[in-house]
């Protein structure tokens, strides 16, 4: 089948999955997990094959770290699974019920996306973690994973595109795009694709944000801020900006940049400066930075990079709202937080900072699916319409509205003698 | 000033719109309607001018209709303004609420989108119902109207400008453009602009989605159908089909299909034809419907189009999951109405029909956000995320994440010896 064929069929099965119930999802969710456990040899050698070639491709010690699908990751989605079963249904919820007239009566219930395409890199336990969530949020997926990871992908997408069939989920639900080609014509397939999710490098994902009129739900860049506010407590401000920078640099929530306000920053910058020196960062600042401790000159690009690195920035600034207008220009969105003691300036930040997430008083690794308690995410979007932050179930769906009359027509809403709406809230779900 | 001054001074004055409390929003609108009271004389004579130089150009009768803005579409105006006051406030509410640990909580909090850039026809009530809208709703917005109302457009812009600034709303948060190079340069300001909503012809709306890298709310077509089921009532399916089709045949709700199951073809059809010629409306059918009465021949193509005229194509089905099929593969996915009386095929045509509306035993033409208690719409959506359908004040919001710490750090949570995360949902609103 070409990607055309295969994209319709995952539209048509789309259709039916949308109406497919919670207990034949679960089922299906069950089955995938008893064959990963059943299968975890024929996982695991599939993976040693990807991670040899790998190797002698000389491919950085990190990717090898994210390929690399052994017993305990097998382990790790099978907990994911199952802790995915015992989540709520998101589809067939009813968001709001309205007597329009006796007898007309509007329900706001929600359903699947539809066909949602996903390109990710080389981690085998995205593949899982993304398919499932499509699953039980009843949308069909095509998938385009990384190369490196070929052997590995194709052996999890056949074991869960056979056990869900098995359950009684529409075939054709799921498919894995092998071509790198495949990619860019899924692009161009607006009319079977309804939502397209990138998990990969800022040039990708702007890549394909800039080529294609399908929605695209992510985040290029994640140029995140720590503010330390003239109130803040300073060992609490060391330790988050510690954890923000430090915890794990190579992700999008981690902080770039750090902003200071300037009441603080000679009493802070020195046991900061120590703090970060011992783990390694090097740091930029600018000039009333360079006055207050050693540190390299930071430039205009500096506050327009995210580094993923052990490098920080930083930024003496006169005011909250010099650190707000920083963060709205330079950032992108994604995760900001202040530290202050101050709770009215706490709340202050948090109204008018324009991210996707924003924090007071801990740090910005926080942002993440499963930290939130949304058991798991597809992604973490910058967007500003449909879903922001990390992208769990609640993303992966959208509404009907369903409006069940007795014959109701509008000529007899209109006009003189015009019937009246009643507009009366209902206490019910949807049932026709 | 230049359009981009104008979008970003926009988005400066969004990021203090976001924070403005409902008092000030809802004394805001009260001002503009007591000005509009206060100014009908001039916002009268504004509209002469239009209308005067719109019939020396020979306008159209109905695009003439919709100009017109006379003082009973002003008071229709005001009465909307005041009705939008009642309205509760859709930014600042908390979605959800979990504590993640012990001091450590998080909210899920509406907030406006940001910069809303709306393209719309030639009706002036559509400027005042839209940017008051925005103004509840918390978004900046910049209004591009048609060129026939610029007087009046004009005047009603600086009305409201200044009555929202003087209640104090930030300067700069509505603007109108004038002229038509404005909505190109618009469409490439991604960076100040977060949402385009167009209204207008078909073309014009696809042109925007194929031209934009910002986020379009909208619809091009509204091919809608009505099914008529096997099981339907006679007298009922008769009198929706007349009402879908013909009770204002030039809006995107009307019914440009009609698709009938075979069992019940040879009974209604001449009873429709006789119902649908009487109110002058041109009838095209497939071969199975020529068999049964005297119609046009109906080509493929007319399966696609959106007459938007007292014309209705008709195709003689063979099954509800035919019907179905037919309306998935042809329609817009705007909105589509089955007839029956057999609730469990009601049920199963609103679980498959892909659309944004889906109704059972009343009109197409009930899809508009007055008739659905959204209070007034800003458009309606055909999209398959954010919003669908019409489109009201809960979708000019987003939310942003809002986590509170006592300076928690993730390094805490994770390794040998982790905090395990509590996740226990909290009963409370937002509060710092």
């Known amino acids: 089948m070409d990607i055309k064929q295969i994209a319709k069929k995952a539209k048509a099965a789309s259709i039916q999955l949308a ?192 080529n294609t009129n399908i929605p695209v739900l992510g985040h290029a860049d994640g140029i995140c801020h720590v503010y330390i506010d003239s109130k803040a407590d300073i060992d609490m401000a060391v330790r988050i900006t510690v954890d923000s920078k430090t915890q794990y640099v190579a992700v999008c929530n981690a902080a770039e940049t750090l902003l200071v306000h300037k009441d603080i920053a000679g009493n802070i910058l020195p046991q900061l400066k120590a703090a970060l020196t011992n783990k390694g960062v090097e740091l930029r600042g600018c000039e009333r930075t360079a006055r207050l401790i050693d540190v390299l ?23 909250l709202e010099d650190a707000v207008d920083h963060i709205n220009r330079y950032g992108s969105r994604h995760t900001d937080v202040i530290v202050t003691a101050d709770k009215e300036r706490g709340g202050r930040f948090m109204d008018y900072v324009d991210s996707a997430c924003v924090f007071m008083n801990c740090s910005s690794r926080f942002n993440d699916g499963y930290r939130f308690g949304l058991g798991a995410e597809v992604g973490i979007s910058t967007n500003k319409i449909h879903a922001r932050g990390p992208v769990g179930l609640e993303g992966l769906v959208i509404y009907k509205w369903r409006l069940i009359g007795a014959g109701n027509i509008v000529a007899d809403y209109s006009g003189k003698d015009a019937r009246a709406f009643t507009h009366r809230p209902l206490k019910k779900d949807f049932k026709v």
Chains 1, 2 share one sequence.
């Not at 990079?305 to 920035?313: C, M, Q, V």
């Open 19 to 210: 109406a497919v119930g919670s207990e034949t999802k679960n089922n299906a969710l069950g089955n995938i997990a008893r064959a990963l456990e059943k299968n975890k040899a024929a996982i695991s050698s599939a993976n040693t094959a990807d991670l040899k070639k790998a190797e002698k491709e000389n491919l950085a010690a990190p990717l090898l770290k994210r390929l690399k699908f052994d017993e305990s990751k097998i382990r790790e989605a099978v907990e994911g699974l199952n802790s995915l079963i015992g989540l709520a249904d998101p589809v067939g919820v009813t968001q709001s019920a309205l007597e329009l007239d006796k007898g007309l009566e509007l329900f706001k219930v929600s359903c699947p996306i539809g066909v949602v395409g996903i390109v990710f890199e080389s981690r085998p336990d995205a593949l899982v973690q993304i398919s499932s969530l499509c699953l039980k949020s009843g949308n069909a997926v095509l998938m385009k994973g990384g190369s490196e990871a070929a052997n590995t992908n194709r052996i999890l997408a056949d074991i869960i595109s056979r056990e869900t069939v098995a359950a009684g989920i529409p075939a054709g639900w799921l498919s894995l795009l092998e071509a790198r080609s495949d990619v860019t014509e899924m692009l161009a397939m607006d009319e079977h694709i309804d939502l397209v999710i990138p998990r990969g490098s800022n040039e990708f994902v702007r890549y394909i944000m800039e």
């Open 297 to 319: 000159p930071a430039t205009e690009k500096d506050w327009r990079t995210e580094y993923l690195d052990f490098i920080l920035s930083i930024r003496v600034v006169d005011s």
